[in-house]
């Protein structure tokens, strides 16, 4: 069965490609703005649905995966920053110490639904007021959630990850398999797994 990605991420096209499973994308516009007081799993879980549900009321006979991916510390969102000022704060916020990446992950098809949250728990190295400069320079942050990318240049700030390896880069292929399973997709013939190359949304 070919699915229909509504996301507009190359990282998550790459992950489910990796995992070799035949797609087509369909991006999904969604107003991501978090609601007041909401908690990081439940605001993630709600964007992947809404992405989800927006693209599945456009298209019929088609199974539609969609995600979203944020990091959170002490509670709190960190998304994607909005210029390399507030990639620098998150860098600042995030060295030396360990920080959740969730990705939500929601499946449509044929008025079915399985969703399904995963974390990770990512600790990054004291990092360098130099490190932090030269690696917003690079441009690499600015579409990112948290401001990194664990498959780029932010690989060598991470002292330990507890999870998914996937997850972190944007899409937990673990969990995905689990969904589409569930929903009547047969496992792909896999050419990567979790630890495959790619990067997060």
């Known amino acids: 069965m070919r699915l229909l990605l509504a996301s507009r991420s190359p990282r998550r096209a790459d992950l489910l490609a990796s995992a070799g499973y035949a797609f087509d994308v369909a991006p999904a516009d969604v107003d991501e703005t978090p609601r007041p007081d909401e908690a990081p799993e439940p605001y993630v879980a709600r964007l992947a649905a809404d992405k989800a549900e927006a693209v599945a009321r456009t298209v019929a006979d088609r199974l539609v995966l969609a995600a979203d991916t944020v990091v959170a510390v002490d509670g709190e969102l960190l998304g994607k920053p909005r210029d390399d000022g507030e990639a620098g704060a998150m860098l600042r916020r995030l060295s030396g110490r360990a920080h959740d990446v969730l990705t939500?992950?929601?499946?449509?098809?044929?008025?079915?639904?399985?969703?399904?949250?995963?974390?990770?728990?990512?600790?990054?190295?004291?990092?360098?007021?130099?490190e932090i400069a030269r690696y917003v320079?690079?441009?690499?942050?600015?579409?990112?959630?948290?401001?990194?990318?664990?498959?780029?240049?932010?690989?060598?700030?991470?002292?330990?990850?507890?999870?998914?390896?996937?997850n972190v880069v944007g899409l937990p292929l673990g969990l995905v398999r689990e969904l589409l399973k569930r929903s009547g997709v047969p496992a792909a013939k896999r050419r990567g797994g979790d630890g495959a190359q790619a990067g997060s949304d």
């Open 137 to 166: 320079a690079s441009g690499e942050p600015r579409d990112k959630a948290g401001a990194y990318a664990i498959q780029g240049g932010a690989a060598d700030f991470v002292k330990r990850i507890d999870g998914s390896y996937s």
């Open 104 to 130: 939500a992950v929601a499946v449509r098809f044929e008025g079915r639904h399985a969703d399904g949250v995963d974390t990770t728990r990512v600790e990054f190295r004291q990092l360098s007021p130099v």
